[in-house]
């Protein structure tokens, strides 16, 4: 009889982590949601400028950028400020990045006019799936924000194709499984990051084997069980929006 891997989480393989949106939760911020994975909490607010970077003027079109942050004590020991040292570390520059593309995947800039939407994730508490949460909640906080400029006859219609998420799979004791906090990731032979939009499109999918080359079966594997979180991200993005 092949042996059942128990998780140490005790989810079962495809299971997320427990998933909460709250919306509207900064008062001075255009967009704001804080996304809960599980222990990880992000902060997540966006702000519209009246403006974009010099190379976009005269264009007609906006753009969307992000920046992301762990507060000193959201993991296990005290980390100094960033600002301290003097400029982000590079796991920094490429997590805000990748927020920034994710949220570009899924919009029309031409639809903005010539306006900046600032998204800041906020890391408050880290435990596993902080770029993962962050693009899923970014995307809450840019909808709201677009959504106000609607509202108040800004902009004519939601500059917005469809909802985008992410969430990590990894390969622990040889089986593929969804959403890792931060025990399972240490100790998976495997893990990934897939971003993906709500028709299943790819936005981006980062994998990185730790003990040996991942096979075939074990990314398909992986590629199937985010498929199926996200679409259940989706189903709770759309009820969190709709109950706001």
């Given at each position: 009889m092949a042996r059942c891997m128990v998780r140490p989480s005790g989810r079962a393989p495809n299971e997320l982590r427990e998933v909460e949106f709250r919306l509207g939760v900064n008062r001075y911020a255009e967009g704001s949601c804080l996304v809960r994975f599980g222990h990880t909490e992000v902060l997540c607010t966006a702000t519209v400028e009246e403006r974009v970077p010099g190379w976009l003027r005269n264009t007609?079109?906006?753009?969307?950028?992000?920046?992301?942050?762990?507060?000193?004590?959201?993991?296990?020991?005290?980390?100094?400020?960033?600002?301290?040292?003097?400029?982000?570390?590079?796991?920094?520059?490429?997590?805000?990045?990748?927020?920034?593309?994710?949220?570009?995947?899924?919009?029309?800039?031409?639809?903005?006019?010539?306006?900046?939407?600032?998204?800041?994730?906020d890391v408050l508490q880290a435990d596993g799936g902080t770029r993962t949460a962050a693009i899923t909640g970014g995307y809450l906080a840019l909808h709201r924000a677009l959504s106000k400029l609607v509202e108040a006859g800004e902009l004519p219609r939601l500059p917005l194709r469809e909802e985008v998420a992410a969430v990590s799979c990894g390969i622990l004791e040889g089986e593929a499984v969804l959403d890792l906090d931060y025990e399972e990731d240490s100790a998976a032979e495997a893990d990934a990051n897939f971003v993906l939009s709500a028709s299943g499109g790819i936005v981006e999918i980062q994998v990185t084997a730790e003990d040996f080359p991942i096979r075939d079966t074990q990314f398909d594997a992986m590629r199937a069980l985010a498929r199926e979180g996200i679409r259940e991200l989706v189903a709770r993005q759309r009820a969190a929006l709709a109950a706001a």
């Open positions: 007609g079109k906006g753009w969307i950028t992000a920046e992301y942050s762990m507060l000193p004590r959201a993991t296990h020991s005290r980390m100094q400020r960033e600002v301290a040292r003097g400029r982000p570390s590079g796991r920094t520059q490429e997590i805000q990045r990748l927020i920034g593309r994710s949220l570009r995947a899924v919009a029309e800039l031409e639809g903005l006019g010539e306006r900046q939407i600032l998204v800041d994730c």
